[in-house]
């Protein structure tokens, strides 16, 4: 079935460093897009979007990058601090039907001082 | 303050015994959802409801039942038919349906005694 998976289950960066979550989907009707951040025993909070009409997203700190042709999303965080913590998902969903929202299992991101 | 907000924070469930977890949410959203998040797992969808007085089963509807009477407010029941609910359990609601962004509450984590 359709499916949104995660490169790597954990990512240890220094304090200061820059961060790169990846995420690979498989739905090629997919057009939209969100990432997520889950710190422990806290319910997702949203932190960027992305439609398919745009390859980059930028906002504080963090921007989103698509690209379709290898069906592949990514979320930068700069200069990560140690608040950034937390599981990182991403989840996908193809628009204008009853389609749901799918969420791949998410990324583990440990930042050490 | 807007947001949604889920109760109790822990529950705790008798073999046999029904339980409800409550999600209210003060943003005016049309759409609610139920999630439930195990261990190294993405969220799946339990129900959901794009409408007061209606709601749908999402992937893993067995052994749970919802209402809707309210805009503001989507009560899960866990029942004594759901063989294995310890989990931890996320409401979420969207402006309309899935095709927006789906904003999260705090979470309610069951345990069976």
């Known amino acids: 079935g359709e499916s949104v998976g995660l490169h790597l289950p954990t990512l240890s960066v220094q304090e200061g460093d820059n961060s790169i979550i990846n995420c690979a989907y498989s739905n090629s009707a997919s057009d939209y897009f969100i990432w997520y951040k889950q710190e422990s025993g806290k319910g997702p909070q949203f932190i960027i979007d992305?439609?398919?009409?745009?390859d980059k997203r930028q906002g504080q700190r963090v921007t989103v990058l698509l690209n379709k042709t290898v069906k592949h999303l990514s979320l930068q965080i700069a200069a990560t601090q140690p608040g950034d913590s937390a599981v990182y998902f991403c989840?996908?969903?193809?628009?204008?039907?009853?389609?749901?929202?799918?969420f791949g299992a998410g990324t583990r991101l440990a930042v050490h001082p | 303050d807007g947001g949604i907000t889920q109760s109790p924070k822990y529950l705790f469930r008798k073999e046999g015994q029904n339980v409800t977890l409550s999600c209210e949410q003060n943003?005016?959203?049309?759409?609610m959802y139920w999630y439930r998040q195990d261990p190294g797992q993405g969220l799946r969808l339990i129900y959901y409801s794009q409408i007061v007085n209606d709601f749908q089963k999402g992937d893993i509807a067995e052994g749970y039942s919802v209402s809707r009477e309210k805009k503001e407010s989507f009560p899960l029941t866990v029942t004594s038919a759901q063989k294995n609910p310890t989990a931890f359990y996320l409401c979420?609601?969207?402006?309309?349906?899935?095709?927006?962004?789906?904003?999260f509450g705090p979470g309610t984590r069951l345990l069976v005694l």
């Open positions: 992305i439609r398919s009409n745009m």
């Open positions: 979420a609601s969207s402006i309309s349906g899935f095709g927006e962004t789906q904003y």
């Open positions: 943003l005016n959203h049309d759409a």
């Open positions: 989840a996908e969903i193809a628009t204008g039907g009853y389609n749901k929202l799918i």
